[in-house]
C-alpha cells in the first residue's frame, strides 16, 4: 500500500509560478512510474506529466516547456514545476504512482490540491 499527500495549490496570478509536491509513503520502494493528472469539473482526468523509474519524463504538449515534473531518489516525492502558468492551467492537480511487487502493478491517487490561476 502506497499514501500520497499533494501539497503547494493556491491562487497565483497569469504568469506566475507554483510548485506542487507529492509526499509518498508506505511501500514507497516499490513505486516505479509517478505521475501527474489534473481535472475540471465536468471534464476527463487529463495526465499531465510522467517520469519513470530510469527519469524519463513525458509532456501533455499544453505543458511541455513550461512544467517540470521530478522525482527524489528514494521515491518519497514527486514534483510539477509549474511556470508561465496560464488560466487554463486552473484545476485539481493529482498525484498517481504505480507499484510493482509480487502480486503485481497497482495503481493509487493522492487527495488532489486546487491550483487557480486568475488576476
Known amino acids: 500500500q502506497v499514501q500520497l499527500a499533494e501539497s503547494g495549490g493556491g491562487l497565483v496570478q497569469p504568469g506566475g509560478s507554483l510548485r506542487l509536491s507529492c509526499a509518498a509513503s508506505g511501500s514507497t520502494s516499490s513505486i516505479s512510474t509517478m505521475r501527474w493528472y489534473r481535472q475540471v469539473p465536468g471534464r476527463e482526468r487529463e495526465l499531465v506529466a510522467t517520469?519513470?523509474?530510469?527519469?524519463?519524463?513525458n509532456y501533455v504538449d499544453s505543458v511541455k516547456g513550461r512544467f517540470t515534473i521530478s522525482r527524489d531518489s528514494a521515491n518519497t516525492a514527486v514534483y510539477l514545476q509549474m511556470s508561465s502558468l496560464k488560466p487554463e492551467d486552473t484545476s485539481v492537480y493529482y498525484c498517481?504512482?504505480?507499484?510493482?511487487?509480487?502480486?503485481?502493478?497497482?495503481?493509487?491517487w493522492g487527495q488532489g490540491t486546487q491550483v487557480t490561476v486568475s488576476s
Open positions: 498517481n504512482v504505480d507499484t510493482i511487487s509480487w502480486s503485481g502493478v497497482h495503481n493509487y
Open positions: 517520469i519513470t523509474s530510469d527519469g524519463s519524463t
